[in-house]
């Protein structure tokens, strides 16, 4: 398996643009987490997903952003409009409630970079 | 609410030292604990969790519930130690899984030579 697959890696892009982050979780997985990291606050969780359906979107930090899950496979979180203050690295994670192993997988993140 | 606390943003300690990296949670239930590590520009991967009760790298964690801690200690430091720690909570209990992570602000570690 390759794990979890996030695209971009890096993004780079200008203040009032739209962004969207991509996540492909590891199949047969049913949970799936968006986490932003900063140097100030950590980790935090945005949003969370089980069986395609958000749970908890009390981290969404405002209006701006956005998260779907259209299918099993697939994931996105779009801010728009984008702001500097946006700039971090965005992970996605998966996990199979129930199941044995780690309880989160990560992707390898996707760095944003608002100017 | 839960929360987990890393009170040390930076740590550095020598190479062969030992080093204590600190976590303190708030939490009314039984929560399951665990320790994820990055390595530099790398993704999160677990270290090792709290009902394991295993040593990883010979790092250990012992969740102490009076103090409500769960301290991550390794007796010798080695340079390759050297990576940002995450404490990490889950307040839901199942067999292997969780439903989601709180997870503390992180701890810098630096091994010098």
């Known amino acids: 398996d390759a794990g979890v697959i996030q695209s971009p890696r890096h993004e780079v892009t200008e203040m009032g643009q739209e962004v969207t982050l991509r996540c492909k979780p590891i199949?047969?997985?049913?949970?799936l987490f968006w986490y932003r990291q900063t140097m100030m606050r950590g980790l935090e969780l945005l949003i969370y997903?089980?069986?395609?359906?958000?749970?908890?979107d009390s981290g969404m930090p405002e209006d701006r952003f956005s998260a779907k899950m259209p299918n099993a496979s697939f994931s996105t979180l779009k801010i728009q409009p984008s702001e500097p203050r946006d700039s971090a690295v965005y992970f996605c994670?998966?996990?199979?409630?129930?199941?044995?192993?780690?309880?989160?997988?990560f992707g390898n993140g996707t760095r944003l970079t608002v100017t | 609410a839960q929360r987990v606390t890393q009170p040390e943003k930076l740590l550095s300690v020598f190479k062969g030292a030992p080093v204590e990296l600190k976590c303190n949670y708030s939490?009314?239930?039984?929560?399951?604990l665990f320790w994820y590590v990055q390595y530099s520009r790398q993704r999160l991967q677990l270290l090792l969790r709290?009902?394991s009760r295993e040593s990883i790298k010979g790092f250990t964690a012992d969740l102490n519930k009076g103090e409500t801690s769960f301290h991550l200690k390794k007796p010798f430091a080695q340079e390759e130690d050297s990576a940002m720690y995450y404490c990490?909570?889950?307040?839901?209990?199942?067999?292997?899984?969780?439903?989601?992570?709180?997870f503390g602000k992180g701890t810098k570690l630096t091994v010098n030579p």
């Open positions: 997903f089980n069986n395609n359906v958000p749970i908890d």
């Open positions: 939490y009314s239930g039984s929560p399951e």
């Open positions: 199949s047969g997985h049913n949970s």
């Open positions: 994670a998966s996990s199979l409630v129930g199941g044995a192993g780690p309880p989160l997988h």
């Open positions: 709290h009902i």
């Open positions: 990490a909570l889950s307040p839901v209990i199942t067999q292997g899984g969780s439903e989601k992570l709180v």
